[in-house]
Each structure stands twice: as C-alpha cells, then as structure tokens.
C-alpha cells in the first residue's frame, strides 16, 4: 500500500514552517529508501490557516507540525 503526504503550501502554513517541513520530509524518504512507497504532494490550502503548518498523512491532518513532530509522525505513519 502506498502512504500519502500531502503537505499545505498555502502562505501561512509556508511561511510558518513548511518551507522547512518539505525538505525535512524529503530527506527523510532518500534516507529511508521510501521515495517509491510515498506519494508526497502539496496542496494549495487545507483549511486551517490559523492552527498551522499543517500537513496531512495518509487523510489524517496534523496542524501546528514542527520538525521535531514531523520526524515523530513520519516515524509512526510511515514504513
């Protein structure tokens, strides 16, 4: 089965650390070989500009997400 990220590039998410997530998460699938088991996609906006940056994993948003939670996700969601 093929896990989904889908991470907000809207500009408040943007600038409030996805900027930084993107790489983060890109990183860490050449690093853990999983660029072939994971669809990582970007959308324009998911809603909820305020509570950002928000990046959804497999149809389940995750709001507020910093890189020391997003290892912590990508390491319980993914693989």
């Known amino acids: 089965m093929e896990n989904q990220i889908v991470i907000c590039m809207g500009s408040s ?3 409030r650390g996805n ?3 993107l790489r983060l998460i890109e990183e860490y699938l050449e ?3 999983l660029e072939a ?3 990582l996609s970007g959308s324009c906006c998911e809603g909820r500009c305020s509570q950002g ?3 959804v994993i497999n149809g389940e ?3 507020g997400v910093d890189q020391e939670i997003l290892i ?3 390491n319980s969601k993914i693989k």
């Open 13 to 15: 998410c943007f600038a």
């Open 19 to 21: 900027e930084k997530n």
């Open 31 to 33: 690093k853990n070989h």
């Open 37 to 39: 088991s994971v669809k």
């Open 53 to 55: 940056p928000n990046i």
């Open 61 to 63: 948003c995750f709001s």
């Open 72 to 74: 912590d996700l990508l």
